[in-house]
């Protein structure tokens, strides 16, 4: 069966800090990925999703960036976090034509 | 451009109530369509599912939702709620024919009254 791995669960990280968050995806290839970003009160944000290795597409230009450096595994990462990125970010993975498949999130504390 | 519409972002209503949480979606082409729940500081889990066929479809905890694709609505529905169905509700859609990408709604908090 397949599962997909998030972490790390929570992070508090100082403004001006790097962040990096990993997500892998287990008894699947080719998955596509996605990084959403859910602020408190609001829905899903997408950020970056993928069809392969190293293809990313970014919906909104923002401070962050994606990376998919193997086939089941998409990494989100900064080089300087702002306050305006707290938030609770999710992984998510689907197959072509069926539903997509959420980890658990990170929820990230910038201070 | 797909966009996802939840008109409801609060719905409270007491136990063992019926309950209505809306959806409307605007697409050009062919859409599949998602329901999915959301428990505090947890991923998102798919409740039901729309590709084709029969435009009502059922989870196996009670919920229901129902395609109408001429007033391009996915209304999720169930007759007796329970405490354990308070939570986050999210609508999605996706292109059926090319799409990768997953649009989801602003989400309605449905809570529960004893």
């Known amino acids: 069966s397949q599962t997909i791995h998030q972490w790390p669960a929570t992070l508090v990280q100082p403004v001006g800090s790097p962040l990096s968050l990993e997500c892998t995806v287990e008894g699947t290839s080719n998955p596509n990925l996605y990084w959403y970003r859910q602020a408190a009160g609001r829905g899903l944000q997408l950020l970056f999703y993928s069809v392969g290795i190293g293809q990313i597409s970014s919906e909104v230009p923002q401070n962050l960036s994606a990376s998919r450096p193997q086939d089941r595994q998409f990494i989100l990462s900064s080089k300087k976090l702002l306050l305006s990125d707290s938030g609770f970010y999710l992984c998510a993975w689907s197959s072509y034509g069926l539903e997509a498949f959420f980890g658990q999130g990170t929820r990230l504390t910038v201070v | ?114």
């Open chain 2, 1 to 114: 451009a797909q966009s996802v519409t939840q008109l409801d972002s609060q719905v409270p209503v007491f136990e063992e109530a019926p309950v209505e949480l809306r959806c409307n979606y605007s697409s050009s082409v062919s859409v599949y369509l998602f329901w999915y729940v959301q428990y505090p500081n947890q991923g998102l889990q798919l409740l039901l599912k729309y590709l084709s066929g029969s435009t009502l479809v059922e989870s196996i905890n009670g919920f229901e939702a129902e395609f109408n694709k001429s007033q391009t609505s996915f209304h999720l529905r169930k007759p007796s709620v329970h405490i354990s169905d308070t939570a986050e509700y999210f609508c999605a859609v996706r292109k059926s024919n090319t799409g990768n990408q997953f649009y989801f709604g602003t989400g309605t908090s449905l809570t529960v009254i004893p």
